[in-house]
């Protein structure tokens, strides 16, 4: 046995460190564009870093707290951001007649950056959240548009969303084909049948719709624009809160569309990462007890990989193993709904065994 878990423990390091590589990192803040005017290239440099530095962190700041904590003062200088980089790269630079461009992206350290937050009393989002498929339904001037090739509102989602953020999202084709699963109508009546279909089709586990209206009113000479929100997971439909009051109603004398959907983008992150936070604080830790059925071992290593990549995971140990099964003790700041929101991301989730009093890993099919 105790052969067993040295080998167990062996190759697991080897694999669990192949797989961190491939890890998205979410404190990663790419492309800051920094543009200045200066004649001397080091200097430019060293400013641009600087400026790069204090941009990144902004962006990752309105990126991992919640809305709630938002308008708390997290100004710091920049030795003190300075203290939370990990690495940065230079990219793309150009020097011509004392105009200095550059993008640089910028890695924070999750560690410094969790106890900053703590230190601020904030909570912390920083799960990514699972491939969630695209309904983007358009009412324009009461004509509907899902899978029609000239969707704008469509086009512009796609072209706003931002690939780096905690909300994934998966955009269909634009093909008549999917009308055989899910029509306009099925869409914004909820048919459950449709939806079912449709995430079958494209091997997806849950929906967001994004429902925006815009009509003319000929009267005020102004567009009328809303948007509505629904989530279609785990057999049931949830309406998201919105926050922004313009996406409830707005009047405006042009067409909105990209604003719009540049403010739904960031509404689909903000509700995400009021799901999602936690306190990171040692009197929140929870323990919980997993087990992990296996057929062999590469398999198990897989799924503890799996474990420990969430980020709501503390610590993972493993305390029974035998032929076919591990038990653990998993720490962590979440609760359990939190953790399984995380490990959707990853197409598993822990179930509570009431005959044993623990929770096992099991795999999401979609």
Not at 100 to 106: E, G, H, N, P, T
Not at 225 to 230: C, Q
Not at 322 to 327: A, L, P
């Given at each position: 046995m105790k052969n067993l878990f040295k080998y167990f423990c062996t190759i697991f390091l080897v694999f669990f460190h192949e797989n961190l590589n491939s890890e998205e990192n979410i404190y990663l803040i790419k492309n800051n564009?920094?543009?200045?005017?200066?004649?001397?290239?080091q200097k430019a440099r060293l400013q641009a870093k600087d400026i790069a530095f204090y941009n990144a962190y902004s962006k990752l700041i309105e990126k991992i707290i919640p809305v709630s904590d938002q308008n708390k003062n997290l100004?710091?200088?920049?030795?003190?951001?300075?203290?939370?980089?990990?690495?940065?790269?230079?990219?793309?630079?150009?020097f011509f007649q004392k105009n200095?461009?550059?993008?640089?992206?910028?890695n924070f350290n999750p560690q410094k950056v969790g106890e900053l937050l703590n230190k601020f009393d904030i909570s912390l989002s920083n799960v990514i959240s699972e491939e969630f498929l695209v309904l983007p339904v358009h009412n324009n001037h009461n004509t509907y548009y899902l899978w029609e090739k000239n969707n704008k509102w469509y086009h512009e989602l796609k072209k706003n969303y931002q690939q780096n953020g905690l909300v994934k999202l998966f955009f269909p084709e634009l093909v008549i084909k999917n009308k055989f699963n899910m029509t306009v109508e099925n869409a914004i009546q909820f048919d459950e049948n449709s939806y079912k279909k449709i995430l079958n089709d494209y091997k997806k586990n849950s929906i967001i719709m994004i429902f925006f209206?815009?009509?003319?009113?000929?009267?005020?000479?102004?567009?009328?624009?809303?948007?509505?929100?629904?989530?279609?997971?785990q057999n049931k439909f949830e309406s998201i809160k919105i926050n922004n009051r313009l996406l409830e109603l707005d009047y405006s004398k042009n067409t909105q569309i990209e604003?719009?959907?540049?403010?739904?983008?960031?509404?689909?992150?903000?509700?995400?990462?009021?799901?999602?936070?936690?306190?990171?604080k040692v009197e929140n830790i929870k323990k919980y007890v997993i087990s992990n059925e296996f057929f062999n071992l590469k398999d198990s290593l897989k799924l503890e990989s799996i474990l420990r990549k969430n980020s709501l995971v503390i610590d993972l140990v493993?305390?029974?193993?035998?032929?076919?099964?591990?038990?653990y003790d998993l720490k962590s700041y979440g609760s359990v709904e939190k953790i399984n929101l995380a490990l959707r991301a990853l197409n598993y989730q822990?179930?509570?065994?009431?005959d044993s009093k623990i929770y096992s890993l099991t795999k999401i099919n979609p």
């Open positions: 564009e920094i543009s200045i005017e200066i004649s001397d290239i100004s710091l200088e920049l030795d003190d951001i300075r203290n939370l980089v990990s690495d940065f790269t230079f990219k793309k630079e150009d200095y461009s550059a993008k640089i992206d910028v209206e815009e009509n003319y009113d000929y009267k005020i000479e102004s567009f009328i624009s809303k948007v509505n929100f629904k989530v279609y997971s604003y719009f959907a540049k403010l739904s983008l960031k509404e689909l992150n903000d509700w995400w990462k009021s799901k999602i936070n936690i306190s990171n493993p305390r029974v193993i035998s032929k076919n099964i591990i038990f822990i179930e509570y065994e009431p």
